[in-house]
């Protein structure tokens, strides 16, 4: 079977004698050479057919390790072949901890490669027929999100910090680490009261052999779960990570974390725009006003220019959003011509301020901000699904601690909106009965003062000699109509000289247990005595 096989070696010289020596091989097809790293990653993602690649330890751009974590990181079925001048074994080490599969003296002899090749093509046979794993896949590659603000106070470091402890309390199994890059800031420190001595600037030294157990040793473990790479104590020490070992830390960072989010902070330096290149998405945080919309299309225009990410790479994320504002993000979208994310931060700042004065995020209470961090952390695949394995988070695991403490919000925000529905419910109807008790007693007091006008206007026209029907009509005029009267005479006592009448309301009720009839007498000195 013909191994395919694509060069990264930038000396021209060293490139023929490979080639030279790799046309001695019946087996072995070369498919082209490229003289970088970023061609040879580009080379890689978009071709099907290779099956190993030759890298030259003296390539451009990206140091030759951290080019093999990265390729290794995107394509592990892809065997790397390191080509280098002198093969100690400290290199040997090196090469080994980068995912090399074999390191080979410059220039390459024929016989050399033919031994070592035909191990590197049935190794990778193998792993491609028992895992499944096709050309190209980047399912396997720990994913990178990198977050950077249009300008400062747009919330940048808030809003990566909590996705990050989102991905890790969705998932606890997956490995998340948040690189803080914005070098001369303590936002993260700040937030989380951290006074850790571990810091980015630890790798500076090993950074061209760096490992994952060098990784391991300079992040510090939040209590979370969450790993943490600070930045320096001293903002000035910034200046000692560059954009050779930012590229170094992020691609051991890809290799060795399931996922990596990146504080870039609002500043644009080496280490940032290294960040940026080697991001899975870039998210441009910005608020809701005319100045931050500003800066934003200034930095992606900046980003294009230098190269950095291109105009489509970058999206926007509106962070302090509320339907108070003047400019809302739909005009921001138009303003800058990017899209953005489906998801907007709303102002929560009643519940963002006890956590930043306290600093504890992971008492952050259930509200807008929380709810819209986890909607968007759905959108950016931060949760659901592990990352590097690409297979979805196991429901049936109540065990687990994030999603435990997140079934028990939910269980609780259930309950206490069943508690609102029935609160709710029981003073409608309590306020309904007081409402028709007042009804009802004001009708029986308009009822009682009728009575008593309509039975002094019947014994009037009964004092005069009228009849009872003319009675009963001057008793009507004198009530309303929602009233039924009645009228009759009623004796008087003995010697007296006077005309009593009695009328009687039938008085409608609103309540079924109480009784009708409202009656009052009322006298008239008779003209005929």
């Not at 990265?70 to 090469?95: C, K, M, N, W």
């Not at 008790?437 to 009682?448: C, G, N, P, R, S």
Request: negative net charge; aromatic residues 4%; charged residues 25%.
């Amino acid at each position: 079977m013909i191994a395919r096989a694509l060069l990264a070696i930038s000396r021209e010289d060293l490139r023929s004698q490979t080639m030279a020596a790799l046309a001695e091989m019946q087996d072995v097809e070369v498919l082209g050479a490229v003289e970088s790293s970023s061609d040879l990653l580009l080379a890689v993602d978009t071709s099907a057919d290779v099956d190993l690649v030759i890298v030259d330890d003296q390539i451009g751009s990206l140091p030759f390790l951290a080019l093999t974590r990265e390729l290794i990181g995107r394509h592990p079925d892809v065997g790397v072949v390191l080509v280098t001048a002198e093969p100690d074994a400290a290199f040997y080490q090196s090469a080994m901890d980068a995912g090399a599969r074999a390191v080979v003296e410059a220039p390459p002899s024929a016989d050399e490669l033919a031994g070592r090749i035909p191990g590197i093509v049935e190794w990778q046979r193998q792993v491609r027929a028992l895992g499944g794993v096709g050309i190209g896949s980047q399912e396997t590659a720990g994913r990178l999100v990198a977050l950077t603000g249009a300008k400062g106070g747009v919330g940048t470091t808030t809003a990566a910090l909590h996705l990050a402890l989102l991905a890790v309390s969705s998932n606890p199994d997956r490995r998340v680490c948040f690189v803080d890059f914005d070098l001369q800031q303590r936002g993260v420190r700040q937030l989380l009261d951290l006074n850790a001595r571990r810091t980015v600037t630890d790798l500076v030294g090993i950074a061209d052999s760096l490992t994952g157990r060098n990784l391991e040793e300079a992040v510090l473990v939040h209590q979370s779960g969450l790993r943490l790479l600070l930045a320096p104590q001293q903002g000035e020490q910034g200046e000692d990570v560059t954009g050779e070992i930012a590229r170094q830390v992020l691609a051991a960072a890809k290799g060795h974390y399931d996922l990596v989010v990146v504080d870039c902070g609002s500043v644009v330096t080496e280490a940032s725009a290294v960040a940026m290149e080697f991001a899975d998405d870039i998210a441009l945080v910005t608020t809701s006003d005319v100045p931050a919309l500003r800066a934003g299309y200034d930095k992606i225009e900046m980003l294009s220019r230098l190269q950095i990410a291109k105009n489509n790479d970058v999206t926007l994320l509106f962070n302090k959003v509320s339907p108070r504002h003047e400019v809302q993000p739909e005009f921001g979208r138009r303003m800058t011509g990017s899209e953005s994310y489906r998801v907007t931060l709303p102002e929560d700042w009643k519940r963002l301020e006890p956590v930043a004065n306290s600093l504890t995020p992971l008492e952050l209470e259930d509200g807008p901000f929380r709810r819209a961090i986890i909607a968007l952390g759905r959108e950016l695949r931060l949760t659901g699904a592990d990352s590097r394995l690409g297979a979805p988070v196991a429901a049936e695991a109540p065990a687990r601690r994030g999603r435990g403490r997140t079934r028990a919000r939910r269980r609780r925000g259930d309950e206490e909106g069943g508690q609102v529905t029935v609160e709710a419910t029981v003073g409608l109807a309590v306020a309904l009965v007081i409402f028709l008790v007042l009804m009802q007693v004001t009708m029986f007091a308009v009822a009682a003062v009728s009575a008593r006008r309509a039975a002094d206007a019947a014994a009037l026209v009964g004092a005069r000699g009228g009849t009872q029907t003319e009675a009963l009509d001057a008793a009507d005029r004198r009530t309303l109509p929602m009233f039924d009267v009645a009228v009759a005479p009623v004796g008087g006592t003995d010697g007296e000289v006077t005309e009593t009448w009695r009328a009687r309301l039938d008085v409608p009720t609103l309540l079924p247990f109480l009784d009708r009839d409202i009656s009052a007498t009322g006298s008239a000195l008779s003209e005929e005595g």
